[in-house]
Structures are given as structure tokens and as C-alpha cells.
């Protein structure tokens, strides 16, 4: 967990540890695997670790809006500049600079980066299945909204 004061935190509710961050920075987004590598970001840094610290492992151009852990890769994307992860010399390089994701969320093997208006997901960040939400938002945008009348049995 993520403390209002951007402290990283670990563990059981009743028993709750701060992890230390290298730095000192301020967290501001999050992501843990299943082998409970943590990847965070803090304004353009972008740090790793485990339970026992954070260290910066790179530092971007730009602010980061979401990281991911995905087949041993530290991604992160920014809402201006894309999809980038950190290449084999530790620095930020881009991905998918046109996935200008704010999520990135990994789920049975499967990376989905998303943005109000589309929705890209990838198995292998090579081939890329891109889904344009633009006329799902405008259809809920035109939606009209529908009063419940005393007499209807819905629930509320």
C-alpha cells in the first residue's frame, strides 16, 4: 500500500512496515508480481525492489503515470509519451511510444494498457490487439439517463 504521505507500505493490516525507498521520493505508482517484485514510479524515476527497499533504476524525460512487471521487464508509460520499459544498459527506452496508457494491469499472462478512448493488450509485446473506445464513450455520453418511477420493481 501507498501511504496519503506516499510512504510504501508492507504487510498485514495489523502489522503494517514501511519499506525503505531509496531517495526518499514520494510514490506515485505501483505494482507488485507474484514472484513480489515491487515496481513503482515517483515523478520521472522509476524504482525496483522487494519488501526489504527501492532503488531508482532509471529516470525518464517525462512523468510516469503507470508501471508493470511483465516477462522480467519493467514497463512504464506516460499519457504523453507512450509505452517504454528500461533496455538491457538501464535506461528508459521507448515501446510503444503511439500506447499512451495511464494503466498498465497484468492478468493471467496478459498485459492490458488502457486510456479512456482504447485498449491495447499483448501477450508478448510484439503483436498488439488495439481497441478503440471512442464510440463506447460517446454511446454512454449520449445515454440518457433513466428515472426510477415509485411503481418500478427494479432495486436500487
Known amino acids: 500500500a501507498v501511504s496519503d504521505h506516499g510512504d510504501l ?11 525503505p525507498v531509496e531517495g526518499g521520493v514520494r510514490i506515485t505508482a505501483l505494482a507488485l508480481d507474484d514472484q513480489g517484485h515491487i515496481t513503482a514510479a515517483a515523478g520521472a524515476h522509476v524504482l525496483h525492489g522487494d519488501a526489504n527497499g527501492l532503488k531508482v533504476i532509471a529516470t525518464a524525460p517525462f ?4 508501471v508493470a512487471r511483465f516477462q522480467e521487464r519493467v514497463l ?9 520499459h528500461i533496455d538491457e544498459d538501464g535506461r528508459a527506452a521507448p ?3 503511439s500506447l499512451r496508457a495511464h494503466t498498465l494491469t497484468i492478468n493471467g499472462g496478459i498485459l492490458l494498457a488502457a486510456s479512456d478512448l482504447y485498449l491495447g493488450v499483448t501477450d508478448d509485446l510484439v503483436d498488439w490487439s488495439i481497441r ?14 433513466r428515472f426510477l418511477r ?4 427494479a432495486g436500487v
Open 63 to 66: 512523468e510516469i503515470n503507470a
Open 9 to 19: 507500505l508492507f504487510g498485514p493490516l495489523t502489522d503494517l512496515r514501511t519499506i
Open 150 to 153: 415509485p411503481e418500478d420493481t
Open 132 to 145: 478503440d473506445l471512442a464510440a463506447l464513450a460517446r454511446a454512454a455520453e449520449q445515454r440518457y439517463a
Open 95 to 97: 515501446l510503444k511510444p
Open 76 to 84: 512504464f508509460s506516460s499519457r504523453a509519451y507512450g509505452l517504454f
